[in-house]
């Protein structure tokens, strides 16, 4: 190996949703010669492909092994800090940059010490992050908590969103603002706001207005819009190996109609409490249409939880007309299978690239998080998709969510939008499309960072 490698440390957090792209992000970088070295953990090491290329490489750190946010963060940055540290020092090609987590802002430290730039990695999109930035730096207040509809405007961002208090992120509403789990994740929000870049798994089409306010506030241009990432290859293992047979899968698609089928996910990390289970499968139940259901399965860790589990004699009343997986879905070949019409999504990020990338009618069930804002940005913004629910505190009754579901594989207005973003969603990562000249413009200014003086970055 030169030592005039460019390498870059790909740093995620130990969550599917954020693995995922960023180590499709890692393979965009490989691929114009840069080296990456993945930061990996017991549990998602296996998600980077060993025999992939020389150039991709991981190193092995220890598991959290712990459920919440705050405490996964303060693991890592105690656990691998050290190691990180001993190793970028010792290593032949030192790292030239760090791309991490938008939930690991101590890594701007990190980078520090190294001297190395810190590039955040957002795995949400650019009006999402707008709205956590505008959230942490001005700290708006809920002005009548007795309100259950008191609601928390953004007149500074493009559109200007409003949202009802209870659908902002949860770490911003703790009761007790400035202790200590509210001032970590504010602390957070901040360092990323001070990191010398930030690399969106979006794409300059989907979201202009919010790059533009983006680098507005952050009064720099190191903003660059590389996605939809996606695998080049193999999407059937993408985040896993799939529980059901992939064979069987397709072979069930293929016997349906066109756009006739309803795909059903909340992503990797949510579970459906109980009475949303009901809910739901009551109204696939009502619906009458034909759908693929994928649903998690809890582990101890999440035994506290309530979590709604699909009901006994479910499989026999819908027998012929659902498809049942309990576990991890192959969602990127179901998406992309002619077959399937619409998508009953919770709005995770990659849910909704995947969606657009595959031209389906999305159906908005958003539970938390930055979904609120995807759902409206999909909805009321681009148009392709329509709502069907909201967390547990919106959701229709099981007459009315059927009508919703089955409605939503006829949506004519949305399909016909909903194609025409999926053609310009593929060009942006075409060859000369604007994510892969964003990569090029990235990879360019990697390479020129390693030849300049060190307190320049
Ligand atoms: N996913 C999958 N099979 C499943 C559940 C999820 O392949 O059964 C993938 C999905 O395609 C997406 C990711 O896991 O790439 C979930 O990310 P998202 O941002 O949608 O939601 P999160 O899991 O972070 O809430």
């Given at each position: 190996m030169s030592t005039a490698q460019t390498h870059v440390l790909a740093y995620p957090f130990p969550s599917s949703g954020h693995v995922i792209p960023l180590i499709d992000l890692a393979k965009a970088l490989v691929s114009r010669g840069v080296l990456v070295t993945v930061l990996v953990t017991p549990s998602n090491q296996p998600l980077v492909p060993t025999n992939h290329s020389p150039l991709l490489r991981t190193l092995l750190l220890p598991n959290p092994n712990l459920n919440r946010l705050v405490e996964i963060v303060a693991f890592m940055r105690e656990n691998h800090y050290p190691t990180l540290i001993n190793w970028a020092r010792n290593h032949p090609s030192p790292p030239s940059a760090i791309i991490s987590?938008?939930?690991?802002?101590?890594t701007l430290h990190l980078a520090r010490d190294l001297n190395v730039p810190r590039l955040v990695f957002s795995p949400s999109g650019a009006f999402a992050l707008s709205v956590s930035y505008s959230l942490w730096r001005n700290l708006p207040e809920n002005d009548n908590p007795e309100d259950p509809d008191s609601v928390v405007s953004?007149?500074?961002?493009?559109?200007s969103p409003v949202y009802p208090?209870?659908?902002?992120p949860h770490q911003f509403r703790l009761a007790e603002r400035g202790g200590p789990e509210w001032a970590f994740s504010q602390e957070n929000m901040l360092l990323n706001i001070d990191s010398w870049g930030v690399v969106f798994n979006s794409f300059l089409d989907l979201e202009q207005d919010y790059f533009d306010h983006i680098k507005k506030e952050l009064g720099h241009q190191r903003v660059w819009a590389l996605g939809p990432l996606l695998p080049l290859t193999e999407p059937e293992n993408r985040g896993g190996s799939s529980t059901v047979s992939c064979h069987d899968l397709i072979e069930w698609l293929d016997s349906r109609e066109n756009s006739s089928v309803v795909y059903v996910c909340f992503g990797s990390r949510t579970f459906l409490t109980s009475s949303q289970m009901e809910d739901l499968t009551r109204a696939l139940e009502l619906s009458g249409v034909h759908f693929v259901l994928s649903v998690r399965v809890p582990d101890e860790r999440h035994a506290a939880q309530d979590h709604g589990r699909i009901p006994s004699g479910f499989g026999d009343r819908v027998r012929g007309r659902g498809f049942v997986i309990e576990g991890w879905a192959p969602q990127l070949v179901i998406l992309s299978h002619?077959?399937?019409?619409s998508f009953l999504t919770h709005c995770g990020w990659n849910s909704v690239l995947e969606g657009l990338v595959s031209g389906v009618v999305m159906l908005t069930w958003p539970m938390g998080a930055d979904q609120y804002t995807n759902a409206k940005l999909v909805?009321?913004?681009?148009?392709v998709a329509v709502r069907a629910a909201e967390g547990t505190e919106k959701v229709p009754e099981a007459r009315e969510l059927a009508k919703r579901i089955e409605g939503s594989v006829g949506r004519r207005k949305e399909r016909v939008r909903a194609e025409e973003l999926r053609d310009t969603a593929l060009r942006a990562i075409k060859e000369n499309g604007t994510s892969q000249k964003e990569l090029d413009a990235l990879v360019k200014q990697l390479h020129d960072l390693k030849h300049q003086q060190p307190n320049t970055i």
């Open positions: 987590d938008f939930f690991l802002g101590w953004f007149p500074n961002i493009p559109n208090w209870w659908q902002i002619r077959a399937v019409g909805v009321d913004q681009l148009g």
